[in-house]
């Protein structure tokens, strides 16, 4: 089957006779939807296949929460690859990802839940089989004591599998063999793919998602949570923890589009892996950052970009923060049948920005203006400045010597400033106080 053949829903948003928008259910039962699963898998098939979705969305609270075009997108992503989105097979997977979005008209942030397409490690390996280029292929994890040398620039390992010393996961060997006799051996440190999997999923950047699903995965306390500590991570994973899946996947999918022949339909799902499949066609990567995004993607919405002088501390909140939107929370994978899954946490709520001003919660996600000045102040005994926004006065405070001289800086540049900050205090003794910047753009 072609990777070209796509089953999609129409585009737009179904409404029933009342107006109001239509149920998974609704949805599936239109003939226009019946009639592109049919197309792609013939009508029984297809009848069954529809089946499955229900299915599958009535096992998870957080997919029946989720946008009902979104999950027949994935699902029509599947099954024009033929692969099961049934757990128990582990072909792929129907995601459901917290994805918070500003309104254009109303410019106040909605709490929605969207569906990814997600392949996984048995529906690549399927995938693969398919081509009738591969004679073999295989992957195995590495025990502590199994790996004797490793030499990642000139590809030489060696492995002794009676040399295990503990339970613990330490890395992956992928091996895949070609009918035309070419083989390519490959060797993944559990390390190389955590930091790979932290540098390029936005939910594991934000604490969240089956890549934390691990008791070896070191947390350290963070603005929206326990958040993972690269750092004191040790190198080592749970055998069938989630962190453990997310781990094998990168290995094969890496190897595979590197170093293996792919055919369109490997092309068309390593494409959409992680994606929202939208109804005119266009894939939207919400949780993987730009730069891992496939060739000729639509881009994933900006993250909050990185702002020098965040406090190393947790500061007190004695209010709701300022609002803007909050981590995404993801299930990267769901759990198959007695599986470690975790599900997806509820989508955030809202916070105000906590001076009671009735129009904040329209203001941007990272409050932005240019600075009138600069001075001096001390808070509690201890050194601090206060920052004054140039159209009113309005003060902000700081503790961070780094923050000051930025805003300073911009002052004297005549630049604005964009700033991330918490409202500390309440009623007349409420301060806003800036926790990072950037000179803005």
């Not at 055998?239 to 068309?268: E, H, I």
């Not at 709520?349 to 996600?365: K, L, N, R, V, Y």
Request: glycine share 10%; net charge neutral; hydrophobic share 35%.
């Amino acid at each position: 089957m072609s990777g070209a053949q796509t089953a999609t829903a129409p585009a737009g948003r179904a409404v029933e006779k009342s107006g109001g928008p239509l149920n998974l259910r609704g949805l599936l039962a239109q003939e226009s939807i019946k009639a592109r699963f049919n197309e792609v898998l013939g009508p029984r098939r297809g009848a069954q296949f529809i089946s499955s979705i229900i299915t599958v969305v009535s096992a998870s609270r957080q997919l029946q929460d989720a946008d009902p075009q979104s999950v027949i997108g994935a699902a029509a992503q599947a099954a024009a690859l033929d692969l099961s989105i049934v757990p128990t097979i582990g072909h792929a997977a129907i995601v459901p990802y917290n994805n918070n979005r500003k309104d254009p008209k109303t410019g106040q942030w909605e709490k929605t839940v969207e569906a990814q397409f997600q392949i996984m490690v048995r529906g690549i390996i399927q995938l693969a089989h398919r081509t009738g280029k591969y004679k073999r292929l295989h992957l195995a994890e590495v025990y502590e004591g199994q790996l004797l040398e490793h030499d990642e620039i000139r590809g030489v390992f060696r492995l002794d599998s009676e040399a295990r010393k503990s339970d613990r996961v330490i890395g992956f060997y992928f091996v895949f063999q070609l009918l035309n006799g070419y083989v390519h051996e490959a060797y993944w440190p559990i390390q190389r793919c955590i930091e790979h999997g932290f540098k390029y999923s936005k939910s594991f950047q934000h604490g969240n998602g089956r890549w934390m699903d691990d008791p070896l995965i070191t947390t350290k306390k963070g603005r929206y949570g326990p958040e993972f500590d690269l750092g004191a991570f040790k190198g080592a994973v749970t055998y069938g923890s989630g962190t453990f899946a997310m781990c094998a996947k990168t290995v094969v999918k890496n190897t595979l589009s590197k170093w293996g022949p792919l055919s369109a339909d490997m092309v068309d799902a390593f494409t959409a892996d992680q994606a929202v499949l939208r109804p005119d066609g266009s894939r939207d990567y919400i949780d993987t950052t730009a730069d891992d995004a496939p060739a000729g993607a639509l881009p994933a919405p900006a993250a909050p970009p990185p702002m020098p002088g965040r406090a190393s501390r947790e500061p007190k909140i004695e209010k709701p923060e300022p609002t803007k939107q909050p981590a995404e929370n993801r299930v990267d994978e769901p759990p198959t049948a007695g599986g470690d899954g975790r599900q997806a946490p509820p989508v955030g709520e809202q916070g105000s920005t906590g001076d009671g001003a009735a129009g904040d919660a329209q203001e941007p996600m990272f409050p932005r203006f240019k600075v009138d000045g600069v001075a001096s102040t001390e808070k509690n005994g201890k050194p601090a400045w206060v920052i004054y926004r140039a159209e009113d006065r309005e003060k902000w405070f700081t503790d961070l010597e780094s923050v000051a001289n930025l805003a300073k800086k911009a002052a004297k540049d005549g630049n604005a400033i964009e700033i991330d900050d918490e409202t500390r205090g309440s009623g007349k003794n409420a301060e806003r106080w800036i926790l990072a910047i950037q000179i803005a753009a």
